[in-house]
């Protein structure tokens, strides 16, 4: 069983910074991708940014020279730095991970349960 706990969401104002923490536990061998999607209501949930195991990043358009991704590959965790906060970038951001349990397996793709980010003023 794998478990993906989010965290650092909350209220900011415009122009304000948050950081994202998201760590995966439970009976993992190998982590590779991992990533930050948000969902606002109503809209569907789109990718933010995503990292490799090896530190290669991809960020969505809207995400770039604002929103950093980075991750610490001995604690399983992904993080997302977050600068310059528009009201638009109000959503539940979710992480995810793709996760290999053992050796010979595939790998699964698990989701943590979301964090609020509002950003009002």
């Known amino acids: 069983q794998v478990q993906l706990v989010e965290s650092g969401g909350g209220l900011v104002q415009p122009g304000g910074s948050l950081r994202l923490s998201c760590a995966a536990s439970g009976s993992i061998l190998f982590i590779g991708a991992m990533g930050w999607y948000r969902q606002a209501p109503g809209q569907q949930r789109e990718l933010v940014a995503e990292i490799t195991n090896s530190g290669m990043t991809n960020y969505a358009d809207s995400a770039k020279g604002r929103f950093t991704i980075s991750r610490d590959n001995a604690r399983n965790s992904v993080y997302l730095q977050m600068n310059s906060l528009k009201p638009e970038d109000t959503a539940v951001y979710f992480c995810?991970?793709?996760?290999?349990?053992?050796?010979?397996?595939?790998?699964?793709?698990?989701w943590g349960q979301g964090t609020q980010v509002t950003v009002s003023s």
């Open positions: 995810n991970a793709d996760v290999k349990l053992r050796v010979g397996s595939m790998s699964y793709l698990y």
